[in-house]
């Protein structure tokens, strides 16, 4: 039941961040996917580690299952998990990945629960069944902790994987035309489109287009897509600009 409430607000949430902006929302609706992503994430980690609990104790002491029964259950709740999988599969954003990776851990928990059943058919190995769930839930523990601190450093409004700001700078800094960078600052609201302001002075203010431009397909060619570049064409309006930047980003933060 817990699982099922989880998937179904997981999937609830991946839905409302398709919805456009609004006035309410005037950066969109994306970071609800990676809210579905962490509270996955949170839920996969605490099962696993209760999981993990639970059959340490078991290894020393294994109890007697009822193979028949819990074989059926097994070839069911596999066939129910690799259809939902196939659902979410082809899924890019963050709680689409972790959701996928839930069917992951439910389908190798029941082949294992359908290999175990198999087996105590013709054996008494009991210990079977605290040692696959251990296995299983450290499997699972490993990738859902570092998908979840991927998901919250985006969250955080950390540089998106794979962008470096200094490198990236110094490549704008040796544009033509370009005096200085005072300011980039890049982001991503769902870890699938990145975000920047950059701020640059400029050394001919009659080439500010083409500059303009030349810089924009430098930050797309890196992986950047929503782009809004400020210029000046002197040092002396960095101050006035910095003041404006700190606006900005105390409205975009209040929209978190």
């Not at 006035?240 to 900005?248: F, G, I, M, S, T």
């Amino acid at each position: 039941m817990g699982d099922a409430i989880a998937i179904g607000i997981s999937a609830l949430l991946e839905t409302i961040s398709n919805r456009e902006e609004d006035r309410q929302y005037t950066l969109g609706y994306k970071r609800f996917s990676l809210l579905g992503a962490m509270l996955t994430a949170v839920i996969l980690m605490i099962g696993s580690v209760l999981v993990i609990l639970e059959n340490v104790t078991k290894i020393v002491h294994p109890q007697p299952v009822n193979e028949e029964g819990i074989l059926w259950l097994g070839i069911i709740a596999v066939a129910i998990n690799v259809l939902a999988s196939l659902v979410v599969r082809k899924g890019k954003t963050k709680n689409e990945s972790i959701l996928s990776l839930h069917f992951l851990e439910d389908t190798l928990g029941w082949l294992a629960v359908i290999l175990m059943a198999i087996i105590l058919r013709f054996t008494d190995w009991y210990i079977l069944d605290p040692l696959l769930s251990l296995v299983i839930s450290i499997f699972i523990l490993s990738k859902a902790i570092p998908r979840f601190w991927s998901a919250l450093k985006i969250f955080l409004d950390a540089v998106p994987e794979g962008v470096e700001t200094s490198d990236l700078e110094k490549d704008l800094e040796a544009l033509p035309n370009v005096n200085s960078v005072n300011q980039l600052s890049i982001w991503s609201m769902d870890g699938l489109e990145n975000n920047a302001i950059v701020h640059i002075c400029i050394k001919d203010w009659e080439q500010m287009m083409e500059t303009k431009e030349v810089v924009r397909q430098c930050l797309e060619e890196r992986g950047v897509q929503n782009i809004t570049i400020e210029v000046d064409s002197s040092q002396s309006n960095h101050a006035q600009h910095k003041r404006r930047v700190r606006e900005l980003e105390q409205k975009h933060g209040h929209h978190h």
